[in-house]
């Protein structure tokens, strides 16, 4: 089973930019798959963006233009670079992860802890 640890979040004001990292261990990580949820206050947890072991790539369409999702195999890490930030991206953001894209597309891998993004108007 994968072990995740999110870092990178922080207060930035809007229009600006941040860098999440999903770190991975206990596992082979050019295998899995990873996922961004995030989750604002009193609202469900969506998914914002994944990558498949192969590196393909799919987001949530409020973040298409503005989010980029990476892996970085040789770190065992997977990036999301938020730009052109939003206070409607405010949130705490996940990392998901497994073998299977499905359970990453479903939320039901491996979770990380969460990190906090707040973006001021």
């Known amino acids: 089973q994968v072990q995740l640890v999110e870092s990178g979040g922080g207060l930035v004001q809007a229009g600006g930019s941040l860098r999440l990292s999903c770190a991975a261990s206990g596992s082979t990580f050019s295998t899995i798959a990873i996922g961004w949820y995030r989750q604002a206050p009193g609202k469900q947890r969506e998914l914002v963006a994944v990558?498949?072991?192969?590196?393909?790539?799919n987001y949530v369409d409020s973040v298409k233009g503005r989010f980029t999702i990476s892996r970085d195999n040789a770190q065992n890490t997977v990036y999301l670079q938020m730009n052109s930030l939003k206070p409607e991206d405010t949130a705490v953001y996940y990392c998901?992860?497994?073998?299977?894209?499905?359970?990453?597309?479903?939320?039901?891998?491996?979770w990380g802890q969460g990190t906090q993004v707040t973006v001021s108007s």
């Open positions: 998901n992860g497994d073998l299977s894209l499905s359970a990453v597309l479903h939320g039901t891998g491996s």
């Open positions: 990558i498949s072991n192969a590196g393909s790539t």
